[in-house]
């Protein structure tokens, strides 16, 4: 997993932790946390450089990514 990657699955995995897997209170709490920079600093505009958008345009790209970082955290 590339270095981008690994650090929007850290992100995602944060959120979890705190919020639960479920959506919609996954994405909410990914919100709240880019709106407050609880991780490592970093805001929305640092978190959509590692591919993770929050608007409406840009949300099923968010959902892509996170069936795919999902999928690799049960894969043995």
């Not at 270095?3 to 932790?17: I, L």
């Not at 705190?18 to 929305?44: I, S």
């Not at 591919?51 to 049960?74: C, H, V, W």
């Amino acid at each position: 997993m590339e270095q981008t990657e690994q650090t929007a699955a850290d992100f995602v995995q944060f959120c979890v932790c705190r919020g639960g897997r479920q959506w919609p209170a996954l994405y909410d709490e990914m919100c709240r946390v880019a709106a407050r920079h609880l991780y490592k600093g970093m805001g929305y505009a640092e978190l959509r450089k590692l591919g993770l958008y929050f608007g409406l345009g840009g949300i099923d790209k968010t959902a892509r990514l996170l069936e795919k970082l999902t999928a690799s955290a049960n894969t043995p």
